[in-house]
């Protein structure tokens, strides 16, 4: 296993603190669709930012969880950027995102079947040959269990990354809302998940908003992750066998740097907590 890293997203509201307290992350996440299109000098820059700290680059938009095949458009953007910034990994969501011309306009979650299991593993393999390497697969936070499923949402994923051969990116606080939205237990799914596969992590919150007169938490990246992901992490770590690169997530109401900060050292401490309890156990048996 070679180390695990912490880091932070990479925005713009944030760059001038980022670069000013470089040597508390590891790793920093950029979102690739803004990159798109740019000519490859700025692109290029996403070099430059990598060899100060190392990059990981994070798509938002492929729709890989689709029965339908991927815009060959989108993948060779993609491999434009990952050629450009020469990330140490990319990723992307399991979503639906776009069919017949019309635009869901978010990551929507397609019915967990047999059929999106085999769209979404024939997306992630041709999105592998387009762009060099497999994207790291991230499960996403619904407001709605897709209709019309067959399997649950560990047992889909699982499908998906095995089928795949995949690495995954498991969103901590999206298997935490779905959990308590849907009256499920966030442990017992979260070890319910491929961990063997897992090799990045995302971290957030949200808030609770009512729906038809019942409470949902909604996952919107602008609020601090709560304790019980930073629980998650912790279990994560002792159960999950690769090298972790954790990402702190914020997309708007950003509080200071220090605050920020203060996140990733408290993950990175309960993925060395996490650590240190798998190693003892070892030890014990």
């Known amino acids: 296993m070679s180390a695990d890293r912490v880091g932070l997203g990479w925005r713009g509201e944030l760059a001038a603190g980022i670069l000013d307290r470089l040597e508390a992350f590891d790793v920093l996440e950029v979102i690739a669709e803004p990159w798109m299109g740019k000519p490859r000098r700025d692109v290029r820059a996403l070099r430059t930012l990598g060899e100060a700290c190392p990059v990981v680059i994070h798509g938002v938009a492929m729709g890989l969880a689709s029965s339908l095949p991927v815009e060959q458009g989108r993948l060779d953007a993609m491999a434009r950027i990952v050629e450009e910034a020469r ?7 399991l979503a639906f995102v776009r069919a017949g011309g ?26 592998a040959r387009v762009v060099g390497s497999p994207p790291g697969v991230e499960n996403i936070a619904t407001l709605v269990d897709p209709p019309a499923s067959s399997l649950d949402e560990c047992a889909w994923t699982r499908a998906i990354v095995a089928g795949a051969n995949a690495p995954m990116l498991l969103d901590l606080h999206n298997l935490y809302a779905n959990a308590v939205n849907f009256r499920r237990e ?11 596969r897992v090799a990045m992590v995302h971290l957030s ?22 304790d019980p992901v930073y629980e998650m992490l912790e279990v994560l770590a002792a ?47």
């Open 87 to 93: 990330p140490s990994a990319w990723s992307e969501h």
């Open 239 to 285: 159960n999950a066998p690769r090298a972790l690169t954790v990402i702190v997530e914020r997309d708007g109401g950003y509080p200071s740097m220090d605050q920020l900060v203060a996140q990733v050292d408290r993950a990175r401490e309960a993925v060395r907590r996490g650590r240190e309890a798998a190693g003892a156990l070892r030890r014990v048996a």
């Open 186 to 196: 966030p442990l017992q799914m979260l070890l319910a998940m491929p961990l063997d």
């Open 102 to 127: 019309f635009e869901v306009g978010h990551l929507a979650a397609p019915p967990r079947t047999e059929a999106t299991v085999a769209g979404t593993i024939a997306n992630i393999e041709r999105a």
């Open 205 to 226: 919150g949200g808030r609770w908003i009512e729906r038809r007169g019942e409470r949902r938490l909604l996952d919107d990246h602008v609020h601090d992750p709560p």
